[in-house]
Every structure is written in C-alpha cells, then in structure tokens.
C-alpha cells in the first residue's frame, strides 16, 4: 500500500501564492506519472497539472498555465504544486494523484491523496 500526504493548502488573498507538496511513502514501488486535481465547490473534479516519470513531460490545463509548475522530486518521493497568481476560481479541494509500481505485484496501483484545501479569498 502507498500512501499519499498533501500539505500545504491553506487561505491565501488573490494575487498571492501557494505550494502544495505531496508525499509518497510505502513498501516496494516505483512513482511514475504524478498529477494534481482540484474540486471547486459545486463542481466536478478536474485535472490541473500531470508530470511524467521523467520529469520532462508535463502538462496543464488551460486555465492555470503560466501560474501553475508542478515539479517532483526522486529521493523524497514528492510532487509538488507551485501556484502563484492565484484567483477566486482557484478556490477548490486540491488532490494528489499517483500511478505507483508495485515491485511485489509487477504492476501499476493508482492512489489518491487526502485533499488540500486552497481557499482564496480577499
């Protein structure tokens, strides 16, 4: 089992920023892709920002490019979320996302992280 621990959510004016970090921890895997997603009150879960492997390939969804890096680090298993020039409509419930392999089962599990919550607000 691999677990995923967010920090870094909090309350923050507009304009201001935030980094929220993810953590994995457990026995026998392998990150591989690593992504943020975030729930606005009222609605659906969406994809904010995905990070391959390597740490080359990265993509984001329209509404956060060029505010939003997300980055990882190998030796201590953690992604992390950079946002500046956050806006009302970042306000959501941020989750990690992690495809993890299973050196035991020899394949990929995907895992989820608790929630963050982002509020801003002025």
């Known amino acids: 089992q691999v677990q995923l621990v967010e920090s870094g959510g909090g309350l923050v004016q507009p304009g201001g920023s935030l980094r929220l970090s993810c953590a994995a921890s457990?026995?026998?895997?392998?990150?591989?892709?690593m992504r943020w997603h975030r729930q606005p009150p009222g609605k659906e879960r969406e994809l904010v920002a995905t990070?391959?492997?390597?740490?080359?390939?990265?993509y984001y969804a329209d509404s956060v490019k060029g505010r939003f890096t997300i980055s990882r680090d190998y030796a201590k298993n953690t992604v992390y979320l950079q946002m500046n020039g956050l806006n009302h409509d970042d306000t959501a419930v941020y989750y990690c996302?992690?495809?993890?392999?299973?050196?035991?089962?020899?394949?990929?599990?995907?895992?989820w992280g608790q929630g963050a919550q982002v509020t801003v607000s002025s």
């Open positions: 457990g026995r026998n895997f392998r990150l591989d892709v």
């Open positions: 996302y992690a495809a993890a392999y299973n050196r035991a089962t020899q394949r990929s599990d995907n895992y």
């Open positions: 990070i391959g492997w390597s740490g080359a390939n990265t």
